[in-house]
């Protein structure tokens, strides 16, 4: 037993144990290189000759790890374990997720973050640093030759075979010179430290390499939970590396310094979609998808709701191969069609290249040491872990009797046309396992690609256990570790290295070091004997006219986005509210009035809370009653209450960039929520009206915080009025209508039906205040209809939506746009017009009704009902009218794209 496992199993009411007595028992596997002692662990430690036994452990602690951990001397498991909680809260309270593909109909993954930073030494950082830029300047030149004269190909430095059968070789940038002079502007390279202490190069990544954003949030996580150490150790900072980027790509780009730079994602589908939308708001970058761009004379341009601009530089985070359909994968709808003739043409800066791609493959590592003698008349100061590519007959069959101690790798991982596989351990085969991967091998020999292993070296991590007797906590434990290296252009002085970098934890017992398998990441902190560059991105200096310059863009796609955003969030509290009344009448004293069933079931039809084959609360309430239930928590079929909070979370993840934490968190709370208090009722059989009307309050009063959010914590631009008028348009059909068959059904003519109708309106209380017990249709209307200081009613929505649509498009004030005019004016309604009650031409057949309402079933206030069909086809027409003006673009579609 070691010693913390001593400390967790004492007896209750000793001591808790501290972090020193912790740190001394946590140690490294057999054969690792501990970071904690900067030595290989042998096992247990030993007293070393003539050294007392009480200091044996300190002394085989490294002065750094030393240092970090005084200053936390007097913390005990139990604090630790408390730091951990916080630490896991701030992740999720800052919605940092990394998703394996994230499943829409799944919650999104948290970020994974140990509680203690990876350290690096200055001399350690010193040969890293020298060494990646090394590596960095040999891939420019390698990439300069293979999309120039390819004298590399063919003078035998590097086989044809690898380069141009690789997926990430674009034959169609052969001979274009990148905007700037540059390929490169961004790379990362993997390193693994062996059990020599000396750090290896395991993998380098050039095409859309990923943890720069993430990086940046472990760094104010990790820096916040130790402000003392992280002064102490003198960590060097990052912000003045970021800020050469960004001067950097304005500079190479086509239009220097007043340059435009877009962020290109594939979208929130993707895993480290989090990361994009955080690192354009920290960079100052447009966040866009492909669809939000398009080429027009070679040039690019954004589609924004203010028309075309221009954009002059791109930093991709989207695989080459789905840059341009038009020339490269056609069934992509990631990429822009165009984009590979508008870079030929020097009309837009890409970083990196496309085509850098080939540059990933592991066989390629074994032919830099020669490739760098002959362009650079250098050795590589970073070695990299001896590969072998087994395409050269002579490196497999030197290569094959060392399969046990290698790993296994494809040459070109992701390929198509070639054998693809995940990465396998030659030391984790038994000896069939060991035959069959060799025989494969043999038979496709230019696929695979073998690379010696080396134990990894392990840090030591916090595993929060939680106390079990008082006063226990966590636990030390040493767990592999691999740091990715980031190398970023720094312009004319070629490429800077970020100090630091992303530190990916392997799960305990395990060697692969990947987020996909259970990993974690941790922050580096790479240390300094010099000064500490404290230097910001705020821009210094900004001048009036610059500040009158940086409106914020509202891309077509955000814009449409957040319309939506506004849509979902008003049919969710919609489909909620209309849920809750059903169910509240169908066990109230009104559960037998014909004409009130009648309009609860056409509602709930027409709202998809339950499917049209159901039969009505008329014919069978408890069968209408279990299909409504039984749809809340359905995403399929019936579009009910669950639909729109789902669909309300994914299109709030389309537009995550602009909403606040709080509003993000309460979103996934909300629905995360519902659906697993819905599944819960689910699983227990017997999910009855009851409980479904305390989640409905529950999520009901969740709402009212998404919505207030967005009333009170968004900027008023355009997109802000996009989602307003998002929400004014569901509004003014859902109510219109469900007036419209309050009428038509006879439901208003009942006691039921009447206050059915106020409650949906949401307008109980003013009602009752106002007309106390009244009955009258005419105060009804009034209130419902007329009342221009009800926010709930048609008057007020159809008034603020045409303000609105006229605002949206830019009209001097007090003068509407064509598209407000489409709006019914509700200044033209007067009560006394609307509560006209002319018999009807057809008087319908007799039911059962409360004789204390003053309108009776033999009038049709026909010039009221005509205002709400004006009114619920106006929101179908101008939803369709403001698709076309705004999100679309559709005249520009029919525009050819200009290639010669």
């Avoid at 990439?143 to 034959?171: I, K, S």
């Avoid at 002079?181 to 859309?208: C, K, M, T």
């Avoid at 929130?268 to 994009?276: A, D, G, L, M």
Wanted: charged share 20%.
């Amino acid at each position: 037993m070691n010693q913390s496992q001593q400390a967790q199993t004492s007896e209750p009411g000793a001591p808790a144990p501290d972090v020193a007595a912790l740190m001394q028992a946590a140690q490294a596997a057999t054969g690792h290189f501990d970071e904690l002692r900067g030595a290989v662990s042998r096992g247990n430690p030993s007293t070393a000759p003539g050294e007392p036994e009480a200091d044996a452990g300190k002394a085989r602690i490294t002065d750094v790890w030393r240092q970090f951990f005084s200053t936390m001397k007097d913390d005990t498991a139990s604090d630790m374990d408390q730091r951990a909680t916080n630490l896991a809260r701030q992740v999720r309270d800052n919605g940092i997720t990394y998703n394996v593909y994230a499943d829409e109909n799944g919650p999104q993954r948290p970020w994974s973050l140990d509680l203690f930073p990876l350290l690096v030494d200055p001399q350690s950082w010193q040969q890293i640093e020298a060494g990646v830029l090394q590596r960095m300047r040999l891939l420019e030149r390698v990439m300069a030759d293979v999309y120039g004269p390819q004298t590399l190909l063919h003078d035998g430095f590097l086989p044809p075979a690898l380069v141009h059968a690789h997926p990430g070789y674009l034959r169609a940038m052969h001979g274009v010179e990148p905007v700037g002079g540059r390929y490169l502007h961004i790379a990362a390279f993997d390193l693994a430290r062996g059990p020599d202490g000396n750090w290896w190069v395991e993998a380098q990544r050039s095409q859309a390499p990923s943890g720069l954003g993430y990086l940046l949030e472990n760094r104010l996580a990790i820096s916040a939970q130790f402000p003392q150490a992280f002064q102490s150790l003198r960590v060097q900072r990052l912000a003045s590396t970021y800020r050469a980027l960004m001067d950097s790509l304005k500079a190479m780009s086509p239009a220097g310094a007043d340059a435009h730079l877009a962020l290109l994602t594939p979208g929130p589908y993707n895993e480290t979609y989090f990361e994009h939308a955080y690192l354009a708001r920290y960079l100052g970058l447009t966040l866009v998808e492909g669809n939000d761009l398009l080429v027009r004379d070679e040039c690019l341009f954004l589609k924004t709701l203010k028309g075309l601009v221009p954009v002059h530089g791109l930093l991709k985070r989207v695989d080459d191969q789905y840059l341009d359909p038009l020339e490269l994968r056609a069934d992509s709808t990631l990429g822009v069609p165009g984009l590979l003739q508008a870079i030929r043409a020097g009309n837009v800066m890409v970083a990196n290249a496309p085509g850098s791609a080939f540059l990933e493959s592991p066989a390629l590592l074994g032919f830099l040491p020669a490739l760098s003698r002959h362009l650079l008349g250098e050795r590589l100061t970073l070695p990299a872990l001896p590969t072998w590519w087994c395409g050269e007959r002579s490196a497999m069959e030197e290569a094959l009797p060392r399969l046990a101690d290698c790993a296994i790798k494809p040459t070109y991982p992701g390929s198509l046309d070639h054998g693809t596989f995940e990465s396998v351990l030659g030391g984790k085969l038994c000896a069939r396992g060991l035959d069959e991967w060799a025989g494969r091998i043999v038979r496709q020999a230019e696929d695979h690609t073998l690379q010696g292993y080396t134990p990894l070296s392990q840090m030591p991590t916090w595993q929060a256990t939680g106390a079990v007797t008082p006063g226990a906590g966590g636990e030390l434990l040493a767990r592999s570790v691999m740091l990715r290296v980031f190398v970023v252009s720094d312009g004319a002085r070629g490429w800077r290295v970020l100090p630091g970098g992303l530190a990916r934890v392997a799960s305990a017992g395990q060697e692969i070091t990947s987020m996909q398998r259970g990993g974690s990441s941790a922050d580096v902190w790479a240390l300094t004997r010099g000064e500490v560059d404290h230097s910001t991105l705020l821009a210094p200096h900004l001048t009036p006219e610059s500040l009158l310059q940086r409106k914020r863009m509202i891309t077509s796609r955000a814009a449409e986005n957040l319309f939506w955003l506004g849509r979902y969030t008003e049919r969710a509290e919609n489909a909620i509210r209309l849920a809750r009344l059903t169910l509240e009448c169908l066990h109230g004293e009104e559960q037998s009035t014909a004409p009130l069933l009648t309009w609860l079931s056409q509602m709930a039809v027409a709202n998809t809370l339950v499917l049209p084959g159901v039969p009505s609360a008329l014919q069978a309430p408890r069968v209408f009653e279990r299909s409504l239930i039984d749809s809340l928590g359905s995403t399929s079929g019936a579009t009910s209450v669950g639909y729109y909070l789902r669909a309300l979370k994914m299109v709030g993840s389309s537009v995550r960039e602009r909403l606040s934490q709080e509003h993000w968190r309460i979103i996934i709370h909300c629905e995360e929520e519902f659906f697993a208090r819905c599944a819960a009722q689910r699983r227990r059989a017997d999910f009855s009206a009851l409980q479904a009307l305390q989640i409905l309050k529950d999520t009901s009063d969740q709402m009212a915080a998404i919505t207030g959010a967005q009333t009170d914590r968004m900027t008023r631009d355009d997109g802000w009025r996009l989602l307003s008028i998002g929400r004014h348009i569901e509004r003014l059909g859902f109510l219109s209508s469900a007036l419209l068959r309050g009428l038509d059904t006879g439901s208003l003519h009942t006691d039921g039906g009447f206050d059915a109708m106020i409650e949906l309106f949401d307008s109980a209380i003013t009602f009752h205040a106002q007309f106390q017990q009244s009955r009258d249709i005419a105060a009804l209307v009034d209130l419902l209809v007329i009342d221009r200081d009800n926010p709930r009613s048609i008057s007020w929505i159809a008034h603020t939506l045409r303000g609105r649509l006229a605002r949206l498009a830019g009209s001097d004030p007090n003068r509407l746009c064509a598209l407000s005019l489409k709006v019914p004016n509700p200044s033209a309604w007067g009560l006394a017009q609307l509560c006209d009650e002319a018999p009807d031409l057809v008087t319908p057949a007799p039911a059962p009704v409360d004789t204390s309402t003053t309108g009776q079933p033999g009038h049709c206030y026909e010039l009221l009902k005509d205002v709400l069909h004006q009114c619920t086809h106006a929101s179908f027409l101008v939803s369709d009218e403001i698709s076309a003006t705004y999100f679309t673009h559709s005249g520009l579609a029919n525009q050819s794209l200009e290639t010669s």
